[in-house]
């Protein structure tokens, strides 16, 4: 069975609530407990940078949203959870895309184009204030989701621009190099719950109308009974609809639990009962959390450790091979290879190895590369077109990786097939 592959960052910054948790943090966990699915959840602490000057802050926040992700249930067995900067090639890929990206993409980006306007209606420099950070963040994101070819990218809305570009940079490095990138989708959950904050309007920093996700206890009572109701007395009957202490419940209660509530606003519950009974069942959904994020705090050379490993098994096991095979088919490569040394160096004699296309009864085009003496090489996948097939062996025969379009017959090791394709390509 291939797995889909699912992957999304987590910025290190500020402090985690209710909104958070039940739009990102819960769904991200249940995904990763499907087995049709290799989920990929990092700490994008490199994009901290570009937020926040502060290294403390940067420090904190890190060991913060690991234990909250580890708290709400993130099993590393069954997920990568990782942290972005212990994985060097993601930096390394970073510029290798970089190198085949227009700098008019970047100059379209929204969160780029909103910092020039602002500066424009002020009267100042169109780029005052703009790090190369904030220009080149749709790269680095680009480069942590190609990294590992990842399929589905759960994002909010304001982040669909970036998969964009980031497909049209995958697209860019495949037309030159050849097909090596997944051109990663965005994936925006509409039914994913948006929480209303103490206010009514949506839950966020930037409205300061958040409930913390591990608020204390006390504190987080006071805030539920800070949440605004309508001045209905108790006895009259409380509609459902656009009541945010109705739908905080709905999101943290059974379907049977929260049609119980239905009836109960429906016979007229008072504010405050309803409160109480909202302040209860957070209380009954987090308090478990909340205990497992203490003790995971308290020890953090224990998450230093999960991360660590997390990282360093997902180097062995994708970043390390593929930023190799991503370095020969942009050319930086072993100088003791060199296509044309070897040319010389090869028997005169031994007959070369050559590309042969076919058609299969499957209706597709094929290739494969046999050596001299008929013994098959490799062996294409199929294509839809003779045309296609001949631009692969093209490309394998200019010096691209032939691993995008081919795989090694039986019993051949890849060295002597390079070997093979390093004597044809110095003709
Ligand atoms: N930019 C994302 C945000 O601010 C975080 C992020 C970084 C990310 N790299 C990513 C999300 C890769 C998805 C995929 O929310």
């Known amino acids: ?89 993601i930096p390394e890929l970073t510029w290798l895309l970089t190198c085949v990206t227009g700098k008019g993409l970047l100059n379209r980006a929204h969160a780029y184009k909103a910092a020039v306007d602002k500066n424009v209606a002020e009267g100042g420099e169109p780029d005052a204030g703009v790090t190369m950070g904030l220009f080149m963040y749709p790269l680095l994101m680009a480069a942590d989701i190609l990294m590992f070819n990842a399929h589905k990218v759960p994002v909010g809305r304001d982040q669909i621009q970036h998969l964009e570009m980031a497909r049209d940079i995958a697209a860019s490095f495949n037309h030159r190099y050849g097909e090596y990138f997944v051109l990663p989708e965005a994936a925006v959950d509409e039914a994913v719950a948006t929480l209303p904050g103490l206010d009514g309007r ?64 429906r016979e007229g519950i008072a504010w405050g009962d309803a409160k109480e009974a909202l302040f209860d069942k957070l209380e009954a959904v987090i308090a478990p959390m909340r205990a497992r994020y203490d003790e995971l705090i308290a020890e953090p050379a224990r998450i230093e450790q999960v991360l660590k490993s997390g990282a360093d098994a997902l180097r062995a096991k994708y970043a390390t091979p593929f930023v190799a095979r991503l370095r020969e088919a942009v050319g930086l490569r072993r100088l003791d290879r060199l296509p044309a040394a070897r040319a010389e160096a090869s028997p005169k004699t031994r007959a070369r190895a050559q590309f042969k296309q076919y058609r299969e009864a499957d209706g597709l085009f094929y290739f494969k590369l046999a050596s001299g003496d008929g013994r098959p090489l490799l062996q294409s996948r199929g294509f839809a077109s003779p045309r296609e097939a001949g631009q692969a062996v093209g490309a394998i025969r200019d010096g691209a990786d032939f691993a995008a379009w081919a795989d090694l017959a039986e019993n051949v090791a890849r060295a002597d097939v390079a070997r093979e394709l390093d004597a044809l390509r110095a003709g």
């Open 202 to 265: 949506k839950m966020s920093k930037s409205y300061d109308n958040t409930i913390p996700l591990f608020a204390r206890s006390a504190e987080l009572k006071k805030l539920v009974f800070a949440i605004v109701t309508d001045s209905k007395a108790p006895g009259e009957p409380k509609e459902t609809d656009g009541s945010a202490l109705f739908q905080l419940f709905q999101a943290f209660a059974a379907p049977a639990e929260t049609e119980t509530m239905r009836a109960r606003f």
């Open 1 to 89: 069975m291939t797995q889909q592959r699912i992957l999304t960052g987590i910025t290190p910054s500020g402090t985690p609530h209710l909104g958070n948790y039940a739009g990102a943090i819960r769904p991200a966990v249940e995904v990763s407990q499907r087995a049709d699915v290799e989920s990929f959840y990092f700490l994008s602490d490199y994009h901290a940078l570009i937020k926040t000057g502060d290294p403390e802050r940067v420090q904190r926040s890190t060991l913060e949203i690991a234990a909250t992700w580890l708290a709400a249930g993130l099993r590393p067995e069954r997920a990568w959870f990782y942290r972005q900067s212990d994985i060097p090639e």
